[in-house]
């Protein structure tokens, strides 16, 4: 921007010297706060590669002395979660499982919805928008109990089709009703997004589509989703890292061996049983927390967009 | 592209297809529509009316009117000893208070000193938002190991000589929702700096050019005419914030380890451990409903403007 900014007024402003020390103190509080900011993540990275007796004998700020890896490996191998020893590994495949089609699924749907919405509106649309809108904001322990009467309803039917038929057909799949939810709690914030962003593709080159005989599905296909990859990258990045980072359905509706990785890490770490293992609690959480915050390096950017776009600001 | 389609085709056939495509878009949206009818509203009239019941470890419709409201409005003022109920409240309190109060006047300062031409602001501002990919038991894991005070804060500061230090919120019960929202702050301020450095970099530099040449001091500036105009991002950024308050569960979990003794109860806190530990259904769904009712009072007449203003 080359307009005058606050911050230009205030360099501007009186003698040098005062202006330098301003400089000082305002990049002491930036930087302040950037330690603030970096500590308990490299605590925890650090904590994570030391041997227990340097952490109950030292002290957290210090370098590892003697660097192990020891800690990770049980982490992902042979810790215990619950009563069974094999590591989060099982967790983790878990969350991917739940997370890429409940992703996909999502974000398909919140596509050709935000299409409709905005270029084949009919009576009532805003109404319709603002229901789905609504939907993003219900606290979830207002429909728990609901979910879980209709998932347990679900799971005897794959009893009988099991019985039946020797296949529950994803009936009762503690995965597949990991996605249900996921995907219908998403959709409010997927439809937000691509609403948001048709709303100003412009409608001239949808009418002159129509009017060159282009249907529904061609004009979305062949006009709306080549232009769309933008939004995609920001929905894909957003419901990814909610659903990956979800606790509250996870361990409502995936108990045990079923559970996603956050809810295996809660039982890792606050299990009451035995010396608490500390360097191996961190490499646990340091694992969990490695998708999405791989995510957020490589495309900071758009995952910073997704989160201004699912404040309500369009 | 050239307009070649509009020779004229027999009348019968343009009709199927066109009334077929004119229920295509109405037909592509039903199934996500109906899944938020049913799943959403749906299920906030179901758990209304078991909030209406005597449903205990098992939903049943066995209606005995208003007596699970009554019972937390009862508990509501019971504070000698305290219920659980009062406790959620007491903390809701305390926590979602501080919580605003802070995130936003961090976010605001931060936001400020980005906004002065810092060499660097590429670095700095990723390393406030990282928080935000975060899981929130991620950060309550990490949180809690920071605070311990036999292996991290208080340790580290009698290793440094400062052997007076003490710091054990983490495992004092009645502090414990102070460590919640400690952890809270440091998981969020940073998303509300990005959200005031926004509405920074939206103000009309002209105005500000103004008040340079009518002599206001940088601080002036910003106390009479900046933050003024940064108005709706106050509003949107509480808004938020009072919603991610209210629906704090994961971080109460893990930094206390499970919440002992409901001492960090909050309302979410509290309809989990009624609807599935305490066998209390009813009383879990009137706590939802009431939740579901604080939501809505903030959040509709925000979103009705919103979407009043953007359609217009």
New interface residues.
């Given amino acids: 921007m080359s307009a005058v900014t606050p911050a230009a007024i205030m360099r501007a402003h009186p003698t040098r010297r005062s202006a330098w020390r301003s400089r000082i103190v305002i990049y002491g509080l930036l930087i302040f706060f950037a330690v603030l900011y970096l500590m308990p993540l490299v605590v925890m990275v650090m904590t994570s590669l030391k041997p227990m007796s340097e952490i109950t004998g030292g002290n957290m700020f210090e370098l590892p002395h003697h660097l192990t890896f020891a800690p990770w490996i049980k982490a992902w191998g042979t810790t215990c979660v619950g009563l069974t020893c094999a590591g989060i590994k099982g967790y983790f495949w878990n969350s991917i499982k739940m997370v890429v089609p409940a992703v996909f699924i999502s974000t398909m749907l919140g596509s050709l919805n935000g299409y409709v919405l905005t270029k084949w509106r009919f009576a009532g649309h805003r109404l319709v928008f603002g229901l789905m809108l609504f939907a993003c904001f219900i606290p979830y322990q207002s429909v728990l109990i609901p979910m879980a009467v209709i998932l347990g309803k679900l799971g005897s039917i794959g009893m009988n089709m099991q019985d039946l038929t020797g296949y529950s057909l994803g009936f009762g799949n503690p995965t597949v009703n990991l996605v249900l939810v996921h995907v219908v709690y998403g959709l409010g914030f997927t439809t937000l997004f691509f609403r948001n962003y048709y709303e100003a593709f412009p409608t001239e080159l949808i009418k002159a589509a129509q009017i060159d005989g282009a249907g529904f599905f061609q004009i979305f296909r062949r006009i709306m989703l080549p232009s769309s990859a933008p939004i995609f990258i920001v929905t894909v990045i957003y419901q990814f890292t909610n659903i990956w980072n979800d606790f509250l359905f996870g361990s409502t509706f995936a108990a045990g061996d079923n559970a996603p990785m956050t809810v295996a890490l809660n039982n890792v770490v606050n299990t009451s049983t035995g010396v608490i293992e500390y360097n191996v609690n961190m490499a646990a959480a340091i694992i969990a927390a490695a998708p999405t915050l791989i995510v957020y390096v490589v495309a900071g950017r758009y995952f910073v967009r997704g989160l201004m776009a699912g404040a309500v600001k369009g | 592209?050239?307009?070649?389609?509009?020779t004229p085709v027999p009348r019968a056939r343009v009709s199927l297809r066109q009334r077929l495509?004119n229920a295509?878009?109405?037909l592509?949206?039903a199934?996500?529509?109906l899944?938020?009818?049913v799943?959403?509203?749906?299920?906030?009239s179901?758990?209304f009316l078991?909030s209406l019941t005597s449903s205990k470890a098992f939903?049943n419709f066995h209606f005995i009117g208003w007596g699970n409201y009554l019972k937390l409005w009862t508990w509501t003022f019971e504070r000698d000893p305290p219920s659980n109920w009062y406790t959620a409240i007491v903390n809701m309190g305390l926590f979602g208070g501080i919580y605003v109060v802070f995130c936003l006047s961090?976010g605001l300062?931060?936001a400020?000193?980005?906004?002065?031409?810092?060499r660097g602001e590429g670095v700095?501002r990723?390393?406030?938002?990282?928080?935000?990919?975060?899981?929130?038991?991620?950060?309550g894991?990490?949180?809690?190991?920071?605070l311990n005070p036999?292996?991290?804060?208080e340790?580290?500061m009698h290793?440094?000589g400062w052997t007076s230090f003490h710091f054990d919120w983490v495992v004092n019960p009645r502090m414990m929702i102070y460590c919640v929202a400690i952890a809270a702050i440091?998981a969020s301020a940073?998303?509300i700096m990005?959200?005031f450095l926004?509405g920074?970099?939206g103000?009309?530099?002209?105005i500000?050019?103004a008040?340079?040449i009518d002599g206001a001091?940088?601080f002036q500036?910003?106390r009479r005419i900046?933050i003024p105009m940064l108005r709706p991002v106050f509003l949107?950024a509480m808004i938020?914030l009072i919603?991610l308050a209210?629906?704090s569960?994961?971080l109460v979990?893990?930094v206390t380890?499970?919440n002992p003794g409901g001492a960090a109860e909050l309302?979410?806190t509290f309809?989990?451990s009624y609807?599935?530990t305490r066998d209390q259904?009813a009383v879990?769904?009137a706590?939802?409903?009431i939740?579901?009712m604080t939501?809505?009072a903030v959040?509709?007449p925000?979103?009705?403007s919103?979407?009043r203003e953007?359609?217009r």
Avoid at chain 2, 150 to 153: E, K, V
């Fill in positions: 592209m050239t307009v070649s389609a509009l495509q295509l878009p109405k592509v949206l199934p996500s529509f899944l938020i009818l799943f959403v509203y749906g299920f906030i179901w758990t078991l939903t961090i300062g931060l400020i000193l980005l906004d002065q031409k810092i700095l990723p390393i406030y938002l990282y928080p935000l990919a975060l899981s929130f038991i991620v950060t894991t990490a949180w809690k190991l920071f036999r292996i991290g804060l340790k580290a290793d440094l440091w940073g998303f990005a959200l926004a920074l970099r103000i009309d530099g002209e500000l050019k008040a340079q001091s940088s500036t910003y900046v949107s938020i919603n209210l629906k569960y994961d979990l893990s380890g499970n309302p979410s309809m989990y609807t599935f259904m879990g769904s706590s939802a409903i939740m579901m939501i809505a959040m509709i925000y979103l009705y919103e979407l953007k359609s």
